[in-house]
């Protein structure tokens, strides 16, 4: 793989595998939001190689009609921006118990511009998924989703896992939920492997939540490799670390901020 894959793959590890879910484990107490900004470095990592190839930031704050507006940005650094420039942005607006009502994902990779649009509703027990993919050169691709229970996007499902009571999990146990993105419906695994300490880029060590996370997509076919997940044990429940496998070496996306006790 050439190094200008790299780049992409360690915002897009971020921008579209940080955010998941566990449909049928237990919730905490709901967490209120008025507003927060998280901020990632991501790094590229191959064996003495580390280079710190692009960042992101996520942020939501509380609407008018009590919902919330989400909103991650990705991007490559400027000396990436060189090889591979990325700019990928996820907005999402949500009820007050983090349901989705609308995604909206805006790709922007080198010369290659994209919009997927999700509109959802839910009734009977059925989530509901009205999808439009534009794309600079066809007409507009259009599908219809449906999943019985609940199912999120790539951003709301974010917030369903921090509001989620980890002690109800049992470790190493597997548990599922769909996602809806662009027009494709994806089912999410997540195991969740117990607590460990982890090291941040200015070598400060936090007990975390570790778990493992997949998205499978017709019939169990792999649509990422296994990513592995590290919660803050506080009250914000913040994702401290993720790493991603890729052909060679690995990207690590790094929490740059306060962390709570």
């Not at 992101?56 to 509380?62: D, P, Q």
């Not at 609308?102 to 997927?116: G, R, V």
């Not at 991603?244 to 929490?255: I, N, S, W």
């Amino acid at each position: 793989m050439k190094a200008m894959n790299y780049l992409k793959y360690a915002v897009l590890s971020l921008v579209g595998a940080i955010m998941l879910n566990v449909a049928t484990a237990q919730p905490a107490a709901a967490r209120a939001y008025t507003s927060e900004t998280l901020n990632y470095e991501i790094v590229y990592h191959w064996g003495m190689i580390w280079k710190h190839a692009a960042n992101a930031k996520l942020t939501i704050k509380r609407t008018s009609n009590g919902g919330y507006y989400s909103e991650l940005v990705g991007h490559t650094r400027s000396w990436a921006d060189k090889i591979y420039p990325v700019r990928d942005t996820l907005k999402c607006w949500m009820n007050s118990d983090f349901t989705p009502k609308k995604y909206l994902k805006l790709t922007h990779e080198k010369s290659y511009y994209a919009k997927d649009l999700v509109n959802f509703s839910f009734a009977n027990n059925t989530t509901y998924g009205n999808c439009i993919r534009y794309r600079a050169d066809r007409a507009p691709q259009k599908a219809s989703l449906a999943s019985h229970g609940k199912a999120y996007d790539m951003v709301s499902v974010f917030y369903m896992l921090r509001n989620l009571d980890f002690s109800t999990l049992q470790k190493n146990k597997s548990y599922k939920t769909v996602v809806f993105s662009g027009k494709t419906k994806e089912t999410l695994t997540i195991k969740y492997i117990g607590t460990e300490m982890v090291a941040l880029r200015d070598n400060s060590k936090h007990a975390a939540y570790h778990i493992t996370f997949t998205f499978t997509q017709d019939g169990n076919k792999k649509s990422s490799d296994d990513i592995d997940a590290y919660l803050s044990t506080g009250p914000s429940r913040i994702p401290l670390l993720l790493v991603g496998q890729l052909p060679v070496g690995e990207v690590k996306c790094y929490y740059g901020g306060a962390i709570d006790k």
